[in-house]
């Protein structure tokens, strides 16, 4: 099911908080579109039991996969790219707007991809619901989330062997040259404590 807040939007004249700030050579308000089979393998090993927010959903790459996949999903984000709501800062959301939180986080200065999963947790105590994070797989090995992952481990680990975001959805970009990275998803479960599983996906299976 699709709500009206995952449907294309022309002509919007929302005006955005522009509170991210952009490092030099990254895309502006970090724009690295996520490629379908992402979150095609996504669904391959994970499936919500509720509707879905998309609280950076850019141009739709992964709402529109969801809703194909038969979710209700909830679209927003700070920057009205023509998809869904603009204008709405997640990290200042106050009331969840769906059960589960699915998203590709903007990363940029210091700390937000991190913000991002804070308050995506803060939301999901309220609703009982998942959290599913597209991240770094550098992230993994950092001395300053080692205390954020043991004190709020991920249930699930799912590691993507290729996968590249181009900037604004462009491989000829002047910011491509840092497009190459390595992804996993992290998937916070209600209740979970101790490891995480982890496996091994092949994004080739789902082009």
Avoid at 54 to 80: F, N
Avoid at 109 to 117: I, P, R, S
Avoid at 121 to 140: D, E, F, P, Y
Wanted: aromatic share 10%; glycine share 8%; proline share 9%.
């Amino acid at each position: 099911m699709t709500t009206l807040s995952t449907r294309p939007r022309t002509g919007s004249s929302a005006k955005p908080r522009a509170t991210y700030q952009s490092r030099p050579g990254r895309a502006p308000f970090e724009f690295y579109p996520t490629p379908p089979e992402a979150t095609r393998a996504l669904l391959s090993v994970e499936s919500f039991d509720g509707p879905i927010w998309e609280p950076a959903c850019g141009d739709g790459a992964i709402a529109r996969e969801l809703t194909k996949a038969g979710y209700d999903v909830t679209s927003t984000d700070l920057i009205d790219r023509g998809f869904g709501t603009g204008g709405q800062d997640f990290l200042k959301s106050a009331t969840p707007l769906a059960k589960h939180i699915v998203t590709n986080p903007p990363y940029g200065t210091h700390g937000l991809g991190d913000a991002f999963v804070r308050r995506a947790l803060i939301h999901a105590r309220q609703t009982g619901g998942t959290v599913a994070m597209l991240l770094n797989l550098r992230s993994l090995a950092n001395p300053d989330r080692h205390q954020k992952f043991i004190k709020t481990p991920p249930a699930a680990l799912y590691f993507l062997d290729d996968l590249t975001c181009w900037p604004m959805g462009k491989p000829t970009s002047t910011t491509a040259r840092i497009a190459r990275q390595q992804y996993y998803w992290a998937v916070w479960k209600p209740g979970h404590t101790g490891a995480p599983t982890c496996w091994w996906l092949s994004t080739r299976d789902f082009k």
